[in-house]
């Protein structure tokens, strides 16, 4: 054929060299290419799943004590005239509406990196709800449907009530904890007339003006 030994031994060494070349090229540029793909069940980066970043710290927070209070209301539809209505009587089947505020005992704002949970004891069962700020938007941000404002002061969550739930005394209480590590409690008023119940009919018809 014309060629040595040692020309084919030369020339079956670079070809050795440039396919290994190749697949590491190539493999280097497949993994620049595609990103690894995130573990199951986490939520994408950026997404709509992902968390909102922390809020900043407001001028002045931090010096006085975390103050909380909270209600509860029957959360529906913004169309139902009775939405948001204050209650603490509530029927299988209704949306038991948590609303909640904490406040910057220095300056009297919100404090809005308050983490706020509600601890609901259902027939002997403790039901945690993670409540929303609902100010996260913004003060200028857009109003919220079946507000006059921008809710920046509020916190709130919800329990829709299962159809098997026990009838009976729901006991209530609320927790917070912020980013100076502030911590707040709060309970509503011991008057047996004023506990939360489920029962089963929460709608008391009117009977006229007394």
Request: aromatic share 8%; glycine share 12%.
């Amino acid at each position: 054929m014309g060629y040595s030994a040692g020309h084919m031994s030369t020339s079956f060494s670079f070809s050795m060299w440039f396919v290994a070349l190749t697949l590491v090229t190539g493999t280097l540029v497949a993994q620049t290419a595609t990103p690894a793909a995130p573990a199951q069940g986490a939520a994408p980066e950026g997404g709509r799943g992902a968390p909102p970043p922390p809020p900043a710290i407001q001028t002045g927070h931090g010096n006085g004590k975390l103050i909380l209070y909270g209600d509860t209301a029957f959360f529906d539809n913004p169309a139902n005239p009775q939405n948001c209505i204050a209650m603490s009587r509530f029927e299988r089947g209704m949306r038991l509406g948590i609303r909640a505020w904490a406040v910057d005992g220095g300056t009297g704002e919100p404090e809005n990196t308050a983490i706020v949970t509600a601890h609901l004891i259902v027939g002997g069962k403790t039901i945690d709800i993670p409540m929303r700020w609902r100010g996260a938007a913004g003060a200028n941000s857009p109003t919220p449907r079946g507000y006059i404002r921008v809710p920046v002061e509020l916190w709130t969550g919800v329990w829709e009530i299962p159809k098997d739930a026990p009838t009976g005394i729901v006991t209530i209480t609320w927790t917070a904890r912020d980013r100076f590590e502030r911590e707040a409690f709060f309970r509503p008023s011991p008057d047996t007339g004023a506990r939360h119940m489920i029962v089963e009919t929460a709608r008391v018809p009117v009977h006229g003006a007394r």
